[in-house]
């Protein structure tokens, strides 16, 4: 389709697939991450030659996520497609009268805060052109709770009222604003971060990751996340605006 992609925490899973599928679409990706040596890891894996490019950026930190967006534009003169996909679990799975008093600050600063940043930097280019998508990766843990995930689940919830918000303002002027909410995804972020949460919390990862498949039976796969993400950044997915879609196997089902 010819549009310009950034994907924020882009150089793996979810995100990278999200890349590799908007790519074969026929979009330009500006991958963003932290760590450069996986930028470029993550470059030469998904080919595109001068169609992809890796821009090193803490997604925690407002000036390294402006001037990503700055950086994207500069290269190709535009932003079309914004993937907010950086994020994280931030918990160690204790319960809530354990918790320090930043404990949500933290949640909220790589889970909602970057996000935000970089669709502020975003819009200032899109609403201009009446033209543009944000997508915000948030969870099922938007929509329901876990325990040991206090701040994860908390942020991904407010995440989503993020994406509610920014529709209201910015739809009628040709910017669509979406959530994503994966379930569980057959990711490295699962036995990194998840796992280590819930079971900090006293919980069977199995039985919860089980439970957390739905009817689906199995985790899903980052590709199948980034085909409804491919819609949802296309200009056919211009009537879907404000609203948070469930890739979850049937768990949330709303």
Known sequence: MGQVAVITG??????????QRLLADGDTIVLAGRSTERGRAATTEIGGGDRVRFIACDATDP??????????????????????NAGGVTDDGRPAVEQEDDALDRAFR???????????????????????????MSSIAGKTGAAGLLGYTTAKHALIGLTKSLAKEVTARGVSVTAVCPGITDTEMVPRELQ???????????????????????????????????????????????????????????
């Open 10 to 19: 882009g150089t793996a899973g979810i995100g990278l697939a999200c890349a």
């Open 63 to 84: 000036d390294q996520v402006t001037r990503l967006i700055e950086g994207a534009v500069d290269e190709y003169r535009r932003i079309d497609v914004l993937v907010n």
């Open 110 to 136: 790589l889970n909602v805060d970057s996000a935000f940043w970089a669709s502020r930097a975003a819009l200032k280019h899109m609403l201009p052109r009446g033209y543009g998508r944000i997508i915000n």
């Open 196 to 254: 280590g949460a819930i079971e900090a919390s006293g919980a069977d990862f199995a039985a919860a990751a089980e439970h957390y498949t739905g009817d689906l039976g199995r985790m899903v796969d980052p590709a199948e996340v980034a085909s409804v993400v491919a819609l949802l950044a296309s200009p056919d997915g211009s009537a879907v605006s404000g609203t948070a879609i469930s890739v979850d196997g049937g768990f949330t089902q709303f």
